[in-house]
DNA sequence: ATGTCTTTTTCAAAAAGA
């Protein structure tokens, strides 16, 4: 039976993180990658170190910060859109959307929002409130998505190793929790949670304080399902041998298989 | 408050974001 494996990564800088990305393609071989934190600009992106690698892909890169990619093992991704849609005046690479292999991929890099209260977390809300929006618009559409990257959101308590030193990050407030709820609520699968509902796997450990060592982790790196991609899940993890790589990103790839149906 | 890492400006050391 054939297999569609879709991940997500936040590389945190492609140009210092380009070894540990084509040694992760190679030994991994996803067929469809979303990559987020590029901390690069569109000239500095390298597209031919990745097309070497057997992979077709699309950016949208930024100076210092933030910037978006979707590969695609063995052909182009066609771009559907650049930015999210609901407001021109925000000039962040956050979001990608492409078609390939059949189904349609978001990319996206949800603002952080800290700190908190303040105009960054305002900001990760109003983004929070275009994805939602657009998302159901995906939806109705009837097409197979999935909504793939870092969502800067530990959805409940479980999903961390201990909340008590994280309670006042926006990466756990109550607003932030209702978001992910919501998009949820719409009729999307949290592939992650649906495979693993008594302990989800963590998909980051900051630098600090020696948390990968002491696998204290969060969850924010997540991959929803429209309802039809839902009923194709076989699997879904986390490949934590990259993070435990030197210089390794302080996020590790989340990735979920697909049952791939004959499509017209 | 702190911890660490990557980036930029500008070529060293510091600031900013996460």
């Known amino acids: 039976m054939a297999k569609l494996r879709i991940a997500t990564f936040n590389i945190n800088g492609i140009q210092s993180r380009l070894p540990a990305l084509l040694a992760w393609l190679q030994r991994e071989a996803p067929d469809i990658v979303c990559l987020q934190e590029l901390k690069a600009d569109d000239r500095k992106f390298p597209a031919d170190d990745i097309r070497a690698a057997g992979y077709g ?40 959307e492409a078609a390939a292999h059949g189904v349609i991929v978001g990319c996206l890099y949800l603002p952080n929002g800290n700190p908190q209260p303040g105009p960054k977390f305002d900001y990760k809300l109003a983004w929070f409130e275009r994805l939602i929006a657009h ?43 209702a978001c992910y709820q919501r998009l949820l609520d719409q009729g999307w699968t949290d592939a ?50 990259v993070r435990g790589e030197p210089r390794a990103s302080d996020h590790a790839p989340t990735w979920v298989d697909l049952r791939q149906r004959a499509r017209p």
């Open 57 to 96: 892909v699309i950016w949208r890169g930024q100076t210092s910060w933030n910037g978006v990619a979707i590969l695609a093992r063995g052909l182009e991704p066609l771009e559907i859109r650049r930015e999210l849609p609901g407001d021109p005046a925000d000039s962040q690479s956050r979001y990608l």
């Open 135 to 177: 998302a159901d618009s995906l939806l109705t559409s009837g097409h197979p998505v999935v909504l793939a990257g870092d969502y800067n959101v530990v959805p409940t308590d479980r999903d961390i190793y201990n909340p008590r030193s994280w309670r006042k990050d926006a990466l756990l407030q109550p607003e932030s929790r």
């Open 192 to 241: 992650l949670l649906q495979c693993h509902p008594e302990q989800p796997p963590f998909t980051f450990w900051d630098y600090f304080r020696q948390h990968w060592q002491r696998d204290a982790g969060l969850r924010i790196d997540h991959l929803l399902l429209s309802p039809q991609l839902a009923d194709d899940l076989l699997d879904a993890g986390v490949d934590r041998w």
